[in-house]
């Protein structure tokens, strides 16, 4: 690989899954504009992030990273952020109560708008189109217009992941995620079962720990009113990370300022491709999926290349196996990563492994699979003397359908009522805070 780092240094080399525009003076333009707009982040908030995930991969902090699969222009809807702001900050409760340790949370949020594909046309009763990319590139209708790459989608998505943090950052320095605050932590509608009865149990207990230390400071602790919340997306669409990326004044270095921590995909994370070349050179802390075909001295190819000073925090490997091979496949990687003295932040993803496809052709997961892996993965960890530093979910804070299991008994016949996803299945509400208190259970377990 060639030393020489410079933001278009990656177009020299194979770019899987990048878009054929089919006006290059278009996407120029459009290119332009988005780099003279201001960042979404700042470097100091990536800088920070950098030290809190560190400290994630020494066992000191614990990461939950959770959203859409996809976001789409049409959920930059307050009440559906909303809902997604406050199903991660209850899942983080949870798992500060089981875990004793600060969580850092990342949503997949303001911003996940690109989808890797397996196909580059999609074909329909004979007529072929483009595929559906994600909304940063076209639109999911099947007709030519609304599948027509278009450049301008790029500053649409910009400006909706931009309006997404603004609305986030204002309910967070507003109070939204203050435990003083009652309304924000009900389970409205859940009605009263096993999880929703211990989830009420933890924030009666997290109440009457804040009321003693309210009374202890003779005022509201305020600190709780102001929780750090982080953006991550897939940098799949080069032009586009490129053109969000720049120097900032009183640094030494570039930034991707589109995203907080952006994380290479499965299918783009080859050592001599293009992805792994542009994010090489880029100062955030940044993920890479690392799934089951992952070989050790492949592995370890890659860390040098990512992190060639070895920084904590700059790399978070997120693990996504699958429920029947994580117990075969990390050992080997973890083994090679401690002895080659390489620090990294392991995570587990225990979604992308674990897809299966319904006899009648429907996306979904297993909620038993999930937590297989996730609590598979703890195992590994522990026998290794390594740490499993976080999780990683697909999950929405409404009340869809698409993942099967948990204690709300979804069964592949339940699926047609409520899936929305035009991509992977999302655990629901419920789902996602059952999965929470069962981490947390795992984590209390650890707990030294
Ligand atoms: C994703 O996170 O939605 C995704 C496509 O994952 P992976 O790259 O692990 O397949
Ligand atoms: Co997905």
Redesign the pocket.
């Known amino acids: 690989m060639s030393t020489e780092w410079t933001p278009s240094s990656w177009k020299s080399k194979p770019a899987k899954q990048q878009v054929d525009y089919d006006d290059p003076a278009e996407l120029a333009d459009a290119l332009v504009r988005l780099s003279r707009l201001p960042p979404i982040v700042t470097s100091w908030e990536v800088e920070k992030l950098k030290k809190q995930l560190a400290e994630a991969g020494r066992g000191e902090r614990f990461l939950l990273q959770g959203g859409d ?2 976001e789409r222009f049409a959920d930059c809807r307050s009440d559906l952020i909303d809902a997604k702001l406050k199903v991660l900050l209850m899942m983080s409760a949870v798992l500060v109560y089981g875990s004793g340790k600060p969580v850092i949370r990342i949503g ?1 949020i303001a911003g ?1 708008y690109a ?2 594909r397996s196909e580059p046309t999609e074909t329909i009763d004979g007529v072929s189109l483009p595929v559906y990319r994600g909304d940063l590139v076209n639109r999911v209708e099947f007709n030519a217009a609304a599948r027509r790459p278009n450049p301008n989608n790029l500053i649409e998505a910009y400006s909706r992941s931009a309006m997404t943090i603004n609305f986030i950052r204002s309910l967070l320095t507003g109070g939204f995620a203050d435990i003083h605050h009652p309304e924000v932590w009900d389970l409205s509608g859940l009605g009263s079962n096993a999880q929703t009865d211990e989830y009420h149990a933890l924030v009666s207990q997290m109440r009457a720990s804040v009321r003693f230390l309210d009374a202890t400071l003779g005022r509201p602790l305020e600190d709780l009113a102001t929780t750090e919340f982080y953006t991550s997306h ?1 940098g799949l669409h080069l032009d586009y990370e490129q053109a969000c990326s720049e120097r900032p004044p009183l640094r030494t270095g570039w930034y991707d300022l589109s995203t907080h921590l952006p ?6 994370r080859d050592i001599d491709g293009a992805h792994v070349e542009f994010f090489r050179g880029i100062r955030n802390p940044i993920g890479v ?1 690392v ?1 089951p075909t992952m070989d050790p001295a492949e592995l370890i190819e890659l860390i040098r290349v990512l992190n060639p000073e070895n920084e904590p925090g700059r790399l978070t490997l ?1 693990v ?1 196996m699958g429920a029947k091979k994580v117990a075969d496949k990390l050992p080997a990687l973890i083994d090679r990563v401690q002895r080659e003295g390489r620090v990294v932040t392991w995570v587990s ?1 225990p ?3 674990n897809t299966y496809k319904t006899v009648s052709g429907t996306k979904t997961r297993h909620f038993d699979d999930i937590l297989g892996e996730v609590t598979q993965s703890f195992a590994v960890h522990a026998d290794a003397g390594s740490v499993l530093g976080g999780v ?1 979910f ?1 999950m929405t804070g409404q009340n869809v359908t698409e993942v099967v299991g948990g204690s709300c008994g979804l069964t592949e016949a339940d699926l047609a009522t409520a899936y929305e996803s035009d ?2 299945p999302r655990m629901n509400y419920a789902q996602s805070l059952e999965l929470a208190f069962l981490v947390a259970r795992e984590l209390g377990k650890r707990r030294r």
């Open positions: 699969c996809s997949r996940q989808k890797p897939e994380w290479i995909g499965e299918r783009t999926k799934g997120i996504r993803d979604m992308h492994g990683h697909e991509v992977d």
